[in-house]
């Protein structure tokens, strides 16, 4: 199927580092996405990576990949008050030939951060 | 740059009335997509376009046309509204060669 899952909630204290799983089903997904949602608000690109990779960092965030299990995870170093929302990860499937992709996105996974 | 925006911001409808949602884009941007946001299933593809003039499917294309005149608005139609159309709906766009989908603010839409 086209499932990709997320778990549903997620609660951390404020400081603390927070980890946002994701299986995906495509081994042939080319480009694997994090965005965040705030309530009410559209969905914000975070971060993307590329499937030949296994790593990759930008400021606070940390993306992990395993090709082999098809895992994917967000890692959110220090979380603060302002990072509560939700986090969808998505990957992304070929289409109209290949001239352009789609999404495929998980449930969202609910982070709350406690102060 | 506006980047992507959507007009309506909410709307309620009756059933079998009809109404068109506008996405509009300023990034010149080649392709374009519809998704639905319903609760506990993520987001899904409704329609995308890949070039002014070019419509085609995505997953759950039933109840829903589109329409691309211009290459910077991308219109989502709902000829006869049904209370399963009650949802989120996001535009989005995306250029080529750089695979990143950039994500309007939503329309709400809410079909009694």
């Known amino acids: 199927g086209e499932d990709v899952e997320q778990s549903l909630f997620l609660s951390v204290r404020e400081g603390d580092s927070s980890v946002i799983n994701c299986t995906y089903t495509?081994?042939?997904?080319?480009?694997l996405y994090w965005y965040k949602q705030e309530p009410g608000a559209g969905l914000q690109l975070l971060t993307y990576?590329?499937?030949?990779?296994d790593m990759k960092q930008d400021q606070r965030l940390t993306v992990l990949l395993n090709k082999k299990d098809k895992h994917l995870s967000l890692r959110i170093a220090d979380t603060q008050t302002g990072d509560s929302a939700i986090y969808f990860c998505?990957?992304?499937?070929?289409?109209?030939?290949?001239?352009?992709?789609?999404?495929?996105f998980g449930t969202g996974t609910l982070l709350a951060v406690q102060p | 740059n506006a980047g992507v925006t959507q007009t309506p911001k909410f709307r309620v409808l009756k059933t079998g009335q009809s109404m068109t949602l506008l996405c509009a884009q300023d990034?010149?941007?080649?392709?374009m997509y519809w998704y639905r946001q319903d609760p506990g299933m993520g987001l899904r593809l409704i329609h995308y376009?890949?070039?002014?003039?070019?419509?085609a499917k995505g997953e759950v294309p039933d109840g829903y046309n589109v329409s691309r005149l211009k290459k910077q608005n991308f219109l989502l139609g709902l000829e006869s509204a049904a209370p399963s159309q009650t949802s989120v709906y996001f535009c989005?766009?995306?250029?080529?060669?750089?695979?990143?989908?950039?994500f309007g603010p939503g329309t709400r839409l809410t079909v009694t």
């Open positions: 998505a990957e992304s499937r070929a289409i109209y030939g290949g001239a352009t992709n789609k999404l495929i």
């Open positions: 495509d081994s042939s997904s080319t480009y």
């Open positions: 990576i590329f499937s030949n990779m």
């Open positions: 990034m010149n941007h080649e392709y």
């Open positions: 376009s890949v070039g002014e003039g070019t419509t």
């Open positions: 989005a766009s995306m250029t080529s060669g750089i695979y990143e989908q950039y």
